[in-house]
T-cell receptor, first 111, second 113 residues
Framework: DAKTTQPTSMDCAEGRAANLPCNHS???????VYWYRQIHSQGPQYIIH???NNETNEMASLIITEDRKSSTLILPHATLRDTAVYYC????????????FGKGMKLTVNP | ETGVTQSPTHLIKTRGQQVTLRCSSQ?????VSWYQQALGQGPQFIFQ???????GRGNFPPRFSGLQFPNYSSELNVNALELDDSALYLC????????????FGPGTRLTVT
């Protein structure tokens, strides 16, 4: 079972920041937070991951709370192409890593 | 650099038949994972292959089986197809020891009638 909870859906205006929340209250000390997204009719795409420090890459920023029980994925300037289902996943690195996807959250970026 | 490719794109089979789906991993990736995605759901892990051996399996019956070849490409075989097997089947490849960062193919849409 997925260890995370996300809202079912969210809307965002094009050009604005999209802040996507995720709760993972049962996360253990060696588990990382991963974000993937799935654009319609495509396979999921890796976005970013982190353990406890905030992370940023060319796609997004990941903010993890100090107690690590929740996180927020930030798309700083959302575009129409960011419309997708976003999955928040917790995972221990090493060994046979299987990604456990929940239902994710549908982000719709509106013009 | 070639991404993950899957074939065929779409497939229609009859209940009770057998099907083979194929996946070519991204260049340099030696780990392949397969997922089943029913409509409106997130992908569900079927199994993973590393160095031609099964390296982890999800909650799927034995009629779901796989192979990985020396060039790291992979096959998913499903025997005795059931209507509930209708889904998008996704293949993902990754580097050794980095299976948490997986690169997915576009999937094969299987319809069982």
């Amino acid at each position: 079972d997925a260890k995370t909870t996300q809202p079912t859906s969210m809307d965002c205006a094009e050009g604005r920041a999209a802040n996507l929340p995720c709760n993972h209250s049962t996360i253990s000390g060696n588990e990382y937070v991963y974000w993937y997204r799935q654009i319609h009719s495509q396979g999921p795409q890796y976005i970013i991951h982190g353990l406890k420090n905030n992370e940023t890459n060319e796609m997004a920023s990941l903010i993890i709370t100090e107690d690590r029980k929740s996180s927020t994925l930030i798309l700083p300037h959302a575009t129409l192409r960011d419309t997708a289902v976003y999955y928040c996943i917790v995972l221990t690195q090493g060994g046979s890593e299987k990604l456990v996807f929940g239902k994710g959250m549908k982000l719709t970026v509106n013009p | 650099e070639t991404g993950v490719t899957q074939s065929p794109t779409h497939l229609i089979k009859t209940r009770g038949q057998q099907v083979t789906l194929r996946c070519s991993s991204q260049s340099g990736h030696n780990t392949v994972s397969w997922y089943q995605q029913a409509l409106g759901q997130g992908p569900q892990f079927i199994f993973q292959y590393y160095r031609e051996e099964e390296n982890g399996r999800g909650n799927f019956p034995p009629r779901f089986s796989g192979l990985q070849f020396p060039n790291y490409s992979s096959e998913l075989n499903v025997n005795a197809l059931e209507l509930d097997d209708s889904a998008l089947y996704l293949c993902a490849s990754s580097l050794e020891g980095q299976a948490y960062e997986q690169y997915f193919g576009p999937g094969t849409r299987l319809t069982v009638t």
